[in-house]
């Protein structure tokens, strides 16, 4: 370990600070300290934590949608559930947040994009941090698009009304873009076709478009 970080107290073991207190009090909550829920209780608490909160971020069946009636009974309770969960999943997922946020590099333009540029590559930057990889993918075509046609109608004073590979096809032929940059916004919308009508995603697949967008939008705004 640098000096430097050393300095900024982040621990040997590759944490910071917070992280590495935060996750030492969650093992004491998750059954590690003999003063815990017992193996079984704490089993219950989690089929509890996930119906709760499983059930309200998607579809459940009747049997679990009749359990879910008793817990509307106590808000607060689904409440506490609620927060508990995000609060421990937040901990323990940080490393990996973490991590896949340091794979990414800034990018280094010279003319400002629109907000709903910023907004999208923000989108989808955070979703591929969170791991939700589809999205990743859906939200860098959507960067990708409103980068182009924020690009054509600055410099042809209007968005043409054509598909997506109609305005790569353009921006090409501008110059906009150059032909290796082309082919990288002609992956990406390829790959959001894919995502959105046959197959899911990795990790590798959303970070492959995640950077093959950055670098499009970093010739559409650096030059």
């Not at 323990?92 to 280094?108: F, S």
Request: aromatic fraction near 8%; proline fraction near 4%.
């Amino acid at each position: 370990m640098c000096k430097r970080c050393q300095d900024a107290r982040i621990r040997a073991n590759g944490h910071g600070p917070n992280y590495f207190h935060l996750s030492e009090e969650l093992k004491e909550l998750t059954g590690n300290y003999p003063e815990a829920l017992s193996p079984e209780d704490r089993e219950l608490v989690d089929l509890m934590d996930q119906l709760i909160v499983r059930g309200h971020e998607g579809f459940v069946g009747a049997f679990e949608n009749q359990a879910l009636e008793v817990w509307r009974k106590h808000p607060d309770y689904i409440y506490c559930v609620c927060e508990d969960h995000f609060v421990a999943e937040g901990v323990m997922l940080a490393p990996e947040k973490a991590r896949r946020l340091t794979r990414l590099a800034p990018i280094l333009i010279e003319e400002r994009p629109k907000p709903e540029v910023f907004g999208y590559l923000i989108e989808a930057s955070r979703c591929f941090v969170h791991g939700f990889f589809q999205a990743t993918i859906a939200l860098s075509r959507s960067a990708l698009e409103s980068g182009l046609n924020d690009r054509l109608e600055k410099s042809l004073g209007r968005t043409p009304s054509v598909d997506l590979a109609e305005k790569i096809n353009q921006a090409a032929r501008f110059k906009f873009l150059s032909p290796e940059i082309a082919v990288q916004a002609n992956q990406v919308r390829a790959m959001a076709n894919k995502v959105l009508h046959k197959t899911t995603a990795s990790e590798e697949q959303a970070f492959d478009s995640l950077i093959q967008v950055r670098a499009v939008l970093r010739e559409t705004y650096g030059n």
